[in-house]
Nanobody, 124 residues
Framework: QVQLVESGGGLVQAGGSLRLSCAASGRAFSGYSMGWFRQAPGKEREFVAGISWSVSITNYGDSVKGRFTISRDNAKNTMYLQMNSLKPEDTAVYYC?????????????????WGQGTQVTVSS
């Protein structure tokens, strides 16, 4: 089992920045791709960004390209999401996810493990 815990959410004004973290614990983490998803009230869970174990592959949802940056520190078993130029429409609960796959998936069904989520609220 892999346990994932997100942190770093909060309230920020439009145009501001936040950095989310996802700490993983449990079984060996080697070889796991990871991703960030978000879900706003009444909407489906949306892919935000994904990163491979090797860090050589990253992908982003269209709505966050150029504003968000995903990264990971495998020595610390931690993944990050740097969010810049935040917009009110970025308001959602942000979830991290992990799966023993080579490449990050853009679908929630591609991940076996999920965190509990952290709330991000962007005020206008």
């Amino acid at each position: 089992q892999v346990q994932l815990v997100e942190s770093g959410g909060g309230l920020v004004q439009a145009g501001g920045s936040l950095r989310l973290s996802c700490a993983a614990s449990g079984r060996a983490f080697s070889g796991y791709s990871m991703g960030w998803f978000r879900q706003a009230p009444g909407k489906e869970r949306e892919f935000v960004a994904g990163i491979s174990w090797s860090v050589s592959i990253t992908n982003y949802g269209d709505s966050v390209k150029g504003r968000f940056t995903i990264s990971r520190d495998n020595a610390k078993n931690t993944m990050y999401l740097q969010m810049n130029s935040l917009k009110p429409e970025d308001t959602a609960v942000y979830y991290c996810a992990a799966d023993p796959r080579l490449m990050p998936d853009e679908l929630p069904s591609g991940y076996s493990y999920w965190g509990q989520g952290t709330q991000v609220t962007v005020s206008s």
